[in-house]
């Protein structure tokens, strides 16, 4: 957390170095009606309190609720190194800036986080299991109640993004601004589970909504690339998550990213046609 705090305030040395230094070359172009962009990004994530409702009126006869529910994230930033790139929690943007500020934009964003509901933690349980009701205070081991999104708790988002440019160097190779956004989606988690020792793994699934906002620090360098710390606020509203054969959770929850992405600003002549 304080290495990625101390992010603006290195973008803001970085930044303040280049707009000092003298350039006589002539200010880039600004008459292009706008530009595409992408990024990639890895993130920490923390969670509210959740209350869990798990059911299977089918099969296995329960109806249960886990109150107060605490739950962590499970970065694998160790796993950079020989894994795939998408092993560790990661954010994945595709967005289009309009106008020749490029001051108002959209953006679809695919945000992989992990959820993993603690283990052994004390909960109160109210509900039933078969026909024995239970409302009591709780410990939730592994063998009773083992509930994850970890491949992933995954958002799929599309957002309005307004930026607010506020600094650039003379030859418009640098600038920084901050980018604000606001946007909604759907939850598609890979729900891993074990409920009184059925386990079930998946599959990829619709199981909710999401929406969210949040702010970043962009610092866009050389024209074409950038580095933007921001964070990000989401209310996750599961209503569907797979259990085993038909069993079914639901819960909601608010989580925070707190994102450190890197970028390219996607050429206008690269959609141009050739003669």
Known sequence: MKRILLVPALLLVLFTTAFSQEDKSPKSSSKSSGGFYFSW??????????????????????DFTLYHAKAKDKPDMHRLINTPLTVPQYVMTLGY??????DWGVEISWNHLKYVVHDNQMMHMRGRINEVYYDKDTLVTPSFVHFEHTNGNNYLI???????NFLQSRNGQHALSLNVRLGGGVLIPKTDSYIMGLHNDGPFRVSGIVVGTGAGLRYDFFKYFFIEPSIKTSFADYTNAKLYLTGRADHHFVSNQYIIALGFNIPNNLFSSRN
């Open 41 to 62: 990004g890895y993130h920490h994530d923390d969670y509210s309190k959740s209350t869990i409702h798990f059911k299977d009126s089918k099969t296995e006869d329960y």
């Open 97 to 102: 800036f309009f106008t020749k500020k490029k």
């Open 158 to 164: 599309a957002s309005v993004v307004k930026r607010f």
